[in-house]
């Protein structure tokens, strides 16, 4: 059984990464520097997740191999050391951030208080649902090149870029804005679209319900 995390704080440091490394990568790209800056930045976010897990969890010791893993092909593809790690590293990136979104749902939706932590776990499960849809898009465009396309995918300056960008998408898709500046161009890119603005929606409609009934059960058994 998953337990809450014994940092409070954790859900606040997570949300702070998350909000800061998308409002700060794309101004950076346009940096000399920029890949390593980013990727900086990106590996911060990975490790501040860690944080949401409570150490005498059974899967700390596997979301730990996970993380390590993942920030060492995404290094290795940084510093172009291995012509696999893109594909590797996307693979195992949307491997990790699955299993964390599996761990908030499952920490949010068993919690009984509704705190100023847990409206910002709630806040990141969002914004990590959306992360992990945009590395589903990135392996089905590496998979099959060509099944989206944009004014943003043409000659990204770096693979963080590249990633940044379907992560974007996949934020605008979750959100149900569509601003056209990447569409699908494929029947199957096109269908996971479809899916993940579904679920974006049954989501947040789901939290939000989860949410309320928390305070109302709880004001009903202080009123008792």
């Not at 290795?76 to 599996?102: E, H, K, P, Q, R």
Request: glycine letters at 6%; hydrophobic letters at 55%; proline letters at 4%.
């Amino acid at each position: 059984m998953l337990k809450t995390p014994r940092r409070p704080w954790s859900f606040h440091n997570l949300l702070f990464w998350l909000l800061f490394y998308q409002l700060v990568s794309p101004v950076l790209f346009s940096m000399p520097s920029a890949r390593v800056i980013v990727s900086l930045l990106f590996s911060g976010l990975l490790f501040s997740t860690v944080y949401i897990i409570n150490k005498g969890s059974k899967i700390f010791i596997s979301t730990i191999f996970l993380m390590g893993l993942t920030l060492l092909l995404f290094w290795m593809d940084v510093f172009n050391l291995v012509s696999f790690s893109l594909g590797m590293s996307s693979a195992i990136l949307c491997l990790y951030l699955g299993l964390i979104v599996y761990v908030l749902s499952s920490l949010i939706f068993s919690a009984r208080h509704i705190t100023p932590a847990l409206i910002s776990g709630a806040l990141c499960l969002y914004l990590l649902f959306g992360m992990f849809w945009g590395m589903v898009y990135v392996l089905l465009e590496l998979l099959h090149p060509g099944s989206f396309v944009g004014a943003l995918l043409i000659d990204p300056v770096s693979h963080s870029q590249f990633i940044h960008s379907f992560q974007y998408f996949s934020l605008i898709t979750l959100t149900t804005l569509g601003y056209g500046d990447i569409v699908p161009h494929t029947a199957t890119a096109a269908a996971f679209c479809q899916t993940e603005a579904v679920i974006g929606q049954f989501f947040m409609a789901v939290l939000v319900a989860r949410l309320v009934g928390i305070q109302v059960a709880a004001e009903f058994g202080a009123n008792r």
